[in-house]
């Protein structure tokens, strides 16, 4: 077949989860923009979900046809996990990801050869999530570049870096409730073992799929070209410019907001969106606590009644997203008997919301979040401060960074997850409008300016994606 060359071509595949499959379309987009063309790779189940939440026939949704329309070439294809579309890979954690680690591979292998087989444009390059277990091996395979993107923040992504570095000093597995400092991993001037990432506490050490995705993700990360970061290089300044001595990295968050991408409403939630935009606007301004959990924590009924009768013993409105299937039990009634007539107007409860959408309201006034990064970068791009609830993975060191470094936060608990509906409601009463509020909303918007300009044409951001370009286009020829 004679090979028709147009533009440089990139496998991209995405982790099947939300705070990964945002951060991953909208960098394909950024991409295909700036002369790429790019095979779009989703989970099959994610596909089907995505019809699902936006009522489209599985046949005819097609998350980039805007984007082709406005010229890029984007093409959209699935991959099948293996599983049944209705398995519950949330409620399975460990069996599921634990496959994805070790059999999924295979899938992939055959599924890029494929591709590469019947493409007319030949492949390039790949664009995988850095906590997959196969993407070196894949591109060493087929000779393609090899970009990772890592979804969280550089100091998560040095603790895995240098997990030999923990190990050797006795914090790798960590004893859960010391609290060590530890200060000899590069670019991290000092963080307590409190706050280190829940994988290598040893009580997730019975958590093998994540203990083991952490070795084979940034084993092989380790052997990537390019290695792409969404977040800011003024906030985590020293920590990239340490890892620039081994691998270039490139931050280029948040990636969530890039710029002048083509106009599109390319499907993401995995959720219906309920609309929150008629009830926030009979609030006054900065009056409304958002909280959300975001796509995958799971927790018991008991964190849930404490955070119910909290909100509401504060006497503050809110909109609180409690997402199907919250329950670590699986029991599908979720909120107290009664709760939402005690409620009434003064909080809107729903399933999930466009949560880029409620940020920006000028009614929110804060979020209680768990501090996934997504919710974390998205709040701080929108000047709103944060009461943080991290239950697991990044997210106790995403809490450090908002509370301790950026101080536009402040702590629910201390570093655990047991809740009191007494303390949560006098937390959310003087974090709404105590005291410390103006000091918490004035770093927020110093964040919310650094965030900002990052991604304007002078921006860091936006010169690291420039850079990134540049370098991949010579390396590709
Ligand atoms: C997971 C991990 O839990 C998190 O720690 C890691 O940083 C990323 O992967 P998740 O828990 O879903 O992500 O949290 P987060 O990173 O905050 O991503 C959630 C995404 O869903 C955000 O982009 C948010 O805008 C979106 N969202 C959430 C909605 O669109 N609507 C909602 O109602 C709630």
Request: glycine content about 6%.
């Amino acid at each position: 077949m004679a090979e028709i060359h147009r533009k440089p071509h990139a496998i991209m595949i995405s982790v099947p989860y939300q705070g990964h499959i945002n951060p991953f379309l909208n960098l394909a987009l950024k991409i295909a923009s700036n002369g790429f063309s790019i095979t779009f790779v989703h989970f099959e189940f994610v596909h089907h979900r995505l019809s699902k939440a936006h009522h489209c026939n599985k046949t005819h949704v097609d998350i980039f046809s805007q984007a082709r329309e406005s010229g890029l070439e984007i093409r959209y294809t699935t991959i099948s996990d293996g599983f049944p579309l209705e398995y519950d890979r949330n409620a399975n954690f460990e069996e599921y990801w634990g496959w994805i680690l070790r059999e999924f591979p295979a899938r992939v292998d055959e599924f890029v050869g494929k591709i590469i087989q019947s493409d007319p444009y030949l492949v390039h390059f790949l664009v995988a999530d850095t906590v997959f277990s196969w993407p070196a091996t894949i591109a060493e395979k087929y000779n393609l570049v090899n970009v990772s993107l890592w979804t969280q923040p550089a100091l998560v992504f040095t603790l895995g870096y240098h997990l030999d570095l923990l190990r050797e000093n006795g914090h790798f597995p960590c004893k859960d409730n010391i609290d060590e400092e530890v200060n000899y991993v590069p670019g991290i001037k000092s963080i307590s073992t409190r706050d280190l990432i829940s994988v290598v506490k040893e009580s997730e050490q019975g958590q093998y799929s994540m203990v083991e995705s952490v070795h084979m993700g940034f084993d092989q990360v380790k052997k990537a070209d390019f290695i792409l970061h969404n977040t800011v290089y003024e906030l985590e300044a020293e920590t990239l410019s340490a890892l620039n001595k081994y691998q270039p990295n490139y931050a280029i968050g948040p990636v969530n907001f890039f710029k002048n991408l083509p106009s599109y409403t390319v499907s993401k939630s995995l959720w219906s969106e309920s609309d929150c935009t008629q009830w926030l606007e009979s609030k006054p301004p900065s009056s409304v606590l958002y909280v959300s959990f975001g796509s995958f924590v799971l927790t018991s009924r008991q964190v849930i009644e404490e955070i119910a009768y909290g909100l509401l013993l504060s006497e503050v409105n809110f909109i609180w997203v409690v997402r199907e299937g919250i329950l670590s039990s699986g029991d599908t009634n979720i909120m107290p008997d009664g709760y939402e007539d005690e409620v009434k107007d003064k909080g809107l409860i729903i399933p999930w919301c466009n949560q880029i959408r409620v940020l920006s309201n000028p009614a929110i006034g804060g979020f209680l979040t768990h501090n996934g990064w997504n919710s974390t970068i998205e709040s701080m791009w929108c000047g709103v401060p944060m009461i943080c609830y991290p239950f697991l993975y990044d997210q106790p060191t995403n809490r450090k960074l908002v509370v301790d470094d950026w101080k536009c936060g402040i702590s629910l608990c201390d570093g655990t997850i047991s809740v009191d509906r007494k303390e949560v409601a006098e937390k959310i009463k003087s974090f709404m409008s105590g005291a410390a509020s103006k000091s918490l909303r004035q770093e927020a918007n110093k964040v919310k300016t650094i965030l900002h300009h990052a991604l304007e044409v002078d921006g860091s951001s936006q010169g690291y994606f420039d850079r990134f370009i540049k370098d991949l286009k010579e390396k590709i020829h």
